[in-house]
Structures are given as C-alpha cells and as structure tokens.
C-alpha cells in the first residue's frame, strides 16, 4: 500500500476555507484515496474518497490531479468543530487500511 | 451514526487478565476490522475478519485473537493483558462488494490496564 505524508498540524480560523494536502508518489492502479476525520476518543469518521478529478459531498471537496500522486483536501468556511485530526489514506480493495500520524487541525474563533 | 456498536465503552483490567471486547457491523457489511490506537497516535491495523475467516493481521502478537459470527458480529480477545496494550481498540465494518474497502467505525472500546 502506498506510504502518504500530510502536514503534522494546521492552524485557521472560523469562516476559512482550510485546504490540506497529501501526497501519496507509489499510489497504485487500483487504490482509492481516502479521508477521515478523527475527534478525541472517538473513531474516525469517513469523509470523502475520490479516485481522480474532484469529488464534493456535502461536507467537503477532494481535488486529485491527473498523475493522482498527491490529494488536497479542502473544507469551506470551517467552524470551531472541524478541529480534530484529519487521516489521508490510500485504500485497495480487501486490505488492511494503514493509518499515519494525520494533520492535527486547530479552528480559532 | 454509522450503525457501528462497539461494547463496552470502557473497561479497566489488570495486568495478566484477559479481555474480550464486542462489534456490531453495521446492516449489510460483511467485514470488519480491528484496531488499536494509543494515546496521540494513528489506529493500528490489528486483522481483519471476512465472513468468519481471518482476512489479513498486522503486527500483533498471537496474545491478540479474533472470532466473527454468522451475523457479521464480531469478537477481540486479548490475553495475559499488558500495560502497554491500554488503549482505543476501534471496529470497522466494510462491505466486500465496495471496491475501495470504505471502513466505517465504531465509538471504539477504551481499555486501561493497571
């Protein structure tokens, strides 16, 4: 699977857009690009999965471009909950899921 | 809410006891997977479980053993307990039929050995 590597931490503030980038150079054929946010003591939440172009749900968007060896995550105009830990990973199907250390995002008022 | 159960909630043991920690997946999931996460850490892949069978295992020792049911439920069991071993032990359930695995977890089990 392939290794991703995010920034340790960020820093905003309510009412920003806050865009968080991941890169991932061995991405394989197959794999999926995947995003969870994590609140302490809690389990990770799924938030968007894109395998290219851009993706949008209704809580945020996921920008791959064309070579996919990296990923922007992009939260518009956060608010004082989005602070949490943000995991990108790169799925395949039926395997194991390999978490890094993630981005630890801090929202300020 | 993503109709994943995890019991119980919290749990304190001591050190050489063993433990056995509950999933529920969520309806329609066939999968689920364990994992551990200490304290300012990412999870840790424990294994996994497809349809009763072990589907994949991290870098556990055998200390940590796994069971799933005909429903999809699924059991952690994990012997002669270590202080080290007090953690969040989260479950994942995913559906096989879904190519890019999407895992969706549970409130997690918090463990404290003494």
């Known amino acids: 699977l392939a290794k991703t590597t995010q920034p340790i931490s960020m820093d905003s503030y309510e009412g920003q857009e806050v865009n968080i980038t991941c890169s991932h150079n061995?991405?394989?054929?197959?794999?999926?690009i995947t995003w969870y946010q994590q609140f302490p003591s809690q389990g990770p939440r799924f938030i968007i999965q894109g395998y290219k172009t851009k993706v949008t749900n209704e809580v945020a968007s996921l920008f791959i471009p064309a070579d996919r060896k990296s990923s922007t995550l992009s939260l518009p105009r956060v608010s004082l909950s989005d602070t949490a830990v943000y995991y990108c990973l790169v799925v395949r199907s039926a395997s194991k899921i390999i978490f890094g250390s993630g981005t630890r995002l801090s929202i300020r008022p | 809410e993503t109709g994943v159960t995890q019991s119980p909630t919290h749990l304190i043991k001591t050190r050489g006891q063993q433990v056995t920690l509950r999933c529920s997946s969520q309806?329609?999931?066939?999968?689920v997977s364990w994992y551990q996460q200490a304290l300012g850490q990412g999870p840790q892949f424990i294994f996994q479980y497809y349809r009763e069978e072990e589907n994949g295992r991290g870098n556990f020792p055998p200390r940590f053993s796994g069971l799933q049911f005909p429903n999809y439920s699924s059991e952690l069991n994990v012997n002669a307990l270590e202080l080290d071993d007090s953690a969040l032990y989260l479950c994942?359930?995913?559906?096989?039929?879904?190519?890019?695995?999407?895992?969706?977890f549970g409130p997690g089990t918090r463990l404290t050995v003494l």
């Open positions: 061995n991405i394989a054929t197959n794999d999926y």
């Open positions: 309806s329609g999931h066939n999968t």
């Open positions: 994942a359930s995913s559906s096989n039929r879904d190519p890019a695995d999407t895992q969706y």
